[in-house]
Every structure is written in structure tokens, then in C-alpha cells.
């Protein structure tokens, strides 16, 4: 009778913390404040108000829970980005998830080691854990806003890129730490080992889901639930062969992102719904583990401030203005790239290796990365709608269309094609018969969630959802003209 009474007392804090989170979610459409920061920050406070609550939430436990949430959180920020957008800002992305990954690493533990006065080997730890984005925080500021340009598929890609890259540096930079033969050239061969094999996972994976996801099956329910299975196998694979799980799952996601299967959009929505769950889980888990106590002794508090500092004013500007400088942006566009790379739920996950695996100053180094996570979430999540209003990036809320129009097929409509008007598309701002659609022909637009009937004077917008009818010769010509531009 007392276990069930305990473990009822487990599901009531758990269901009653899911309940409070749904209402946050319809808060923070009017409140600036992330709903990574809130979780992080409330569980910080509950883990000090209960004592009690840390022997539930070890750090090993917290640590599996938040893998598991970023494998569902990379899966769903691959197909949400898909291949076609990620193409279009490869350069940028892959500069910044790969170079900046390895640069602003190398930035933080600079800065640690000669302003704090750390030694290298901890100042490098800091340092690889914090230089990669978090797509979990990510995903959550931009997920619901319409933003203008390139910057959200960069900022978006660079935070799934980024993760997998970094999570190989940490891992690299413990076992570095913890041998007694450890040398750069060992950092740099499990790097590229897990890189690799991470890649080569995704890409096989990538390919392999696509005709599976088209296998029939006896229920509508069980399409969502084959996606998540075929997501944790992409992982264990790629993971037990000593690559990337992260970077393979993420890669597939991207792959299959754009391709047409059965009951794609119920699959979509159970994702999106499951990365919302698994963000409040990692970043509320993750508050709980950490010791404030400790944060407010001795100074260390003080000490997380300054590595945020010279995270978010020095290094982030430094290795972001010159792996940006080839790319053909804007100054706003640039500038808000620059303060829009928020840190999470990753690098206090990196952290939390470093504290299992015993490695010196453990705990000091996951109490600066927390503080410096926080400031992240709390001080940039919470002001990039309004940077953007003042580098002259358009962006808006996406107002909920809840009522869908459906039409059963027993067949694939693989002539019926549905296209987001990119702003940087051959036909944005053109009429509809001024483009060159072949035998092709737009039956339907839908814009800012109202329908318009399609004439032939029709003045195309970007953002508009359009519903083309194309023979299979057609269809290339028609995704490149409503698709971004392709160029850097």
C-alpha cells in the first residue's frame, strides 16, 4: 500500500507539472520569458525549498531523461527544418556548427583560464560544454514565429549541428582528461571517429526510413509511434558503434523532413507535441540537480556571470563576425545571428558528463555552466523578439489555424504537391501567370490561414501555402521556384 501511495505522489508532481506547463505555454505567447528558462529556474528553486526532491533526481537519472529528450528534440528540428531548407543555408550552418563549435570553445577556455584562473584542462571543459547552441530553446523562441530572411533556418540548423559536434568534443575532452596518456591528437581522432560514423549513420538511416515510412499499417495511431521507434534505433545504432547518435538522428530527420509518406502531418504534430513535452522535462529536470547552495558560496555565481559575459560578448561576436563574413547577409541579419545563439539544455547535459565520469572540479564546472546557461535563456531568449524589431528582422507570431481541410486517398497524390512560399524564392512577388509552371497549375492559396481562390493576377507573398497540381516532369521546376534560393 506505501508504494502506491509513493508512486502516486510521483505521478501527481509529474502530471500536475505537465498540467501547469500547458498553461505556460498559452502565458509565454504574451510574456516574453522562455519556457526553458521558467523550468530551469523553478526546479533550481524546488530542488533548495524540498532536499528531498534531489534524492528522486540524481544527476545520472536527469542525464538519461534529458538524452532521450534531445534525441526527440534533434529528430523533430531535422524534419521541421527538412533537406531543402537546410540546403539553402548549408554554408553558414555547417561554418557555424562545425568551426564555431571548435572556435568558441576555444574562445571560452581562454577567457577561464587566463580571467578566472583555472586550469586548462577544466577551462577547456567549460568551454566545449558551452560552445554549442541548444535546439530545445531554439525551436521553442523561433518554432512559433514567422521570421523574415535566412536567419531562422540558420539559427535552427546551427543549433541541430552544433549539438552533435559538441557532445563528440565533451566526451573527447573527458576521456582526455581522465587518462594519463591524454593528448590533442586523442581529442581529434574520437572527434572525427564520432563525427563520421555519426554522419554516415544518418545519411543510411536518412534513406532507409523513407520507404519504410510508406509501409502500410493497420492503424492511423501507429505511424507517429513507428517514426519514434525507427528515431531510438538510429540512435542506439549509431551510439553503440562509437559514433554520434545525436548527429545520426538529427541528419535523418532532416532527410526524411521533406518527403511525402501517409498521415504526414499527424506524424509531424505527435513529434512537435513530444519535443514540447521533452524540453520541459530536460530543462525542469535539469533544475533539480543543481546545488545553489553551492552557486551562492564562495562566489561561484559571480564567476557563472563572467563566463556568460565572455560567452555571449566575446566569443559568440568574435567567431560568429569572421565564419559569417563570406556570407551574403545584411548587418541586422548578421547581428541578430550573432546574439541569437542561445545556450540550454545540452550544454548543462555536457556538464552533467563530466560530474558522472569523476573528472576534477566536476562540480564547479557544472555550477558555472548552469549559471551561464540561465543567463542565456533568461537574458537572450527573453530579448530576441525584441532584437529583431530593432535590426529590422521581420518577425511575427504564428496564429494557430486550428481547422484543417482533409480529403482521404487510398494512394499517394504524388501530383499534388503543398509549398511554403520562401521569401528569397524566384516567385515571391510575381503574379501567377508570370511564372513558368510548365503543365503545372496553383489550385489553392492560403494565406495568414484564410483561403484564396488562385487567378491567374494573383500577386504571390512570401509565407503563402500553396497547393500546385503537377505531372512528374513538372514538379522539379516548380519546387525551384518556390523554394529559398540556393545561394550563400
Request: glycine share 10%; hydrophobic share 55%.
Amino acid at each position: 500500500m506505501h508504494e502506491i501511495v509513493s508512486f502516486a505522489d510521483i505521478v501527481l508532481i509529474v502530471a500536475g507539472g505537465l498540467a501547469f506547463a500547458l498553461v505556460w505555454s498559452r502565458l509565454s505567447e504574451r510574456l516574453p520569458i522562455p519556457t526553458a528558462a521558467f523550468f530551469l529556474l523553478a526546479g533550481a528553486a524546488l530542488s533548495e525549498i524540498f532536499p528531498h526532491l534531489q534524492r528522486h533526481a540524481s544527476i545520472q537519472t536527469v542525464e538519461r531523461v534529458v538524452v532521450v529528450a534531445v534525441v526527440v528534440i534533434l529528430f523533430d528540428g531535422g524534419m521541421h527544418i527538412g533537406w531543402r531548407r537546410f540546403r539553402s543555408s548549408l554554408v553558414p550552418i555547417s561554418s557555424l556548427g562545425l568551426l564555431g563549435t571548435f572556435g568558441t570553445a576555444a574562445v571560452v577556455a581562454a577567457g577561464c583560464h587566463l580571467l578566472l584562473g583555472l586550469g586548462w584542462t577544466t577551462s577547456g571543459l567549460i568551454g566545449a560544454a558551452l560552445a554549442p547552441t541548444d535546439p530545445a530553446v531554439m525551436f521553442s523562441v523561433l518554432g512559433r514565429r514567422e521570421v523574415g530572411g535566412r536567419t531562422d533556418t540558420i539559427l535552427e540548423g546551427e543549433s541541430g549541428a552544433n549539438d552533435p559536434v559538441g557532445i563528440a568534443l565533451m566526451l573527447a575532452m573527458i576521456q582526455f582528461a581522465n587518462s594519463s596518456h591524454g593528448s590533442f591528437l586523442m581529442v581529434v581522432r574520437e572527434f572525427a571517429l564520432a563525427t563520421a560514423v555519426g554522419l554516415a549513420f544518418g545519411i543510411v538511416a536518412g534513406r532507409l526510413l523513407v520507404p519504410l515510412m510508406r509501409v502500410r499499417l493497420p492503424s492511423a495511431g501507429l505511424y507517429p509511434l513507428r517514426t519514434l521507434a525507427a528515431c531510438g534505433v538510429v540512435y542506439g545504432l549509431a551510439s553503440a558503434a562509437h559514433g554520434s547518435g545525436f548527429l545520426a538522428v538529427f541528419v535523418a530527420g532532416i532527410l526524411v523532413g521533406d518527403e511525402h509518406f501517409p498521415f504526414k502531418a499527424e506524424v509531424e504534430s505527435f513529434h512537435s507535441s513530444l519535443a514540447s513535452l521533452a524540453e520541459v522535462a530536460a530543462f525542469g529536470g535539469l533544475g533539480l540537480t543543481i546545488d545553489l547552495s553551492y552557486v551562492a558560496h564562495d562566489w561561484v555565481w559571480l564567476q557563472g556571470l563572467a563566463v556568460a559575459a565572455l560567452l555571449v560578448f566575446v566569443a559568440r561576436p568574435l567567431v560568429g563576425s569572421l565564419l559569417l563574413a563570406p556570407v551574403r547577409l545584411n548587418r541586422g541579419e548578421r547581428l541578430f545571428l550573432l546574439w541569437g545563439g542561445l545556450k540550454g539544455a545540452v550544454p548543462i547535459l555536457l556538464a552533467a558528463f563530466a560530474v558522472l565520469e569523476n573528472v576534477h572540479d566536476a562540480k564547479l564546472i557544472y555550477s558555472l555552466v548552469f549559471v551561464a546557461v540561465a543567463f542565456s535563456v533568461l537574458v537572450q531568449g527573453t530579448t530576441v523578439p525584441f532584437a529583431a524589431g530593432r535590426l529590422g528582422i521581420p518577425m511575427r507570431l504564428i496564429e494557430q489555424t486550428p481547422w484543417r481541410i482533409s480529403l482521404p486517398l487510398r494512394s499517394a497524390p504524388e501530383t499534388v504537391l503543398r509549398v511554403v512560399l520562401a521569401g528569397d524564392s524566384a516567385a515571391a512577388g510575381r503574379r501567377i501567370r508570370d511564372l513558368e509552371l510548365g503543365d503545372a497549375w496553383v489550385g489553392l492559396i492560403v494565406r495568414e490561414g484564410e483561403p484564396i481562390q488562385a487567378r491567374g493576377t494573383t500577386k504571390l507573398r512570401p509565407g503563402d501555402e500553396l497547393l500546385v497540381v503537377a505531372s512528374a516532369e513538372s514538379i522539379s521546376q516548380v519546387e525551384w521556384l518556390f523554394a529559398a534560393s540556393a545561394d550563400s
